[in-house]
């Protein structure tokens, strides 16, 4: 959906979102909504937008809310990744926090389930939260030196979600579920590493800085959901 839509068209939206987004609002229609803020050029993307960003500091350990922000910029970021650049650093501090306690949540459900327990369902929340990470990395190339630190090689958040990273690639490569991505990448996978997803090799690679991640690159990126 476009920012240049007929004004009867955007406010149609902005009632819609607040319908669905407003208080006891179900929240369904997130997906179709990060869609429609684009890249916020348009005064009601931007309100859309910082419905969300008002809502970053606020959820807590609320679980489903978390989840229903991880969703929205997940989606939102790969559409339109200069929205990256819309965030304030308090934001993005915030969403990488929620990020990495939904990640750590997951790993414990991926260990207490064990191999053989491991379900769709479980992997595709990993999904959902590595494919908002992979986006979240483009900080790294932010004019912000302090932004651009966030996720750098070595720094705090980095190495926290590494550890994550490889706990869950673990996990999911013994197990018989196959993860699927909406970001296909291009990868150089050793032979002995091709049941490891390509999304959360990758992600190995970018959060370790190792070499290897300057042979990874984006080749397709599906709005379809598997």
Not at 1 to 9: S, T
Not at 24 to 43: E, T
């Amino acid at each position: 959906m476009q920012g240049d839509l007929p004004d009867f068209l955007s406010t149609e939206v902005v009632r819609q979102f607040d319908l669905d987004w407003g208080k006891n609002g179900a929240k369904r229609l997130g997906k179709a909504f990060a869609h429609a803020v684009g890249d916020a050029r348009q005064p009601w993307q931007k309100e859309l937008l910082n419905t969300w960003r008002s809502e970053l500091p606020v959820v807590g350990d609320d679980a489903k809310s978390r989840t229903e922000l991880i969703e929205v910029f997940r989606v939102a970021l790969w559409y339109s990744p200069s929205l990256l650049e819309l965030l304030a650093i308090d934001d993005l501090e915030t969403l990488l926090d929620l990020l990495h306690a939904s990640m750590l949540g997951l790993s414990r459900r991926l260990t207490l389930a064990g191999a053989s327990g491991i379900s769709d369902s479980l992997v595709s929340a990993v999904t959902r939260d590595s494919e908002l990470l992979l986006a979240l990395l483009r900080t790294r190339s932010h004019a912000d030196i302090r932004i651009s630190g966030l996720l750098a090689p070595g720094a705090e958040r980095c190495r926290r979600f590494a550890f994550l990273i490889d706990e869950v690639t673990m996990l999911i490569a013994g197990s018989a579920i196959v993860m699927k991505s909406r970001i296909t990448l291009q990868t150089r996978k050793p032979e002995n590493l091709h049941k490891t997803p390509d999304l959360l090799y990758s992600l190995g690679l970018y959060l370790t800085g190792d070499s290897g991640a300057g042979s990874i690159c984006v080749t397709e990126v599906s709005d379809e959901e598997d």
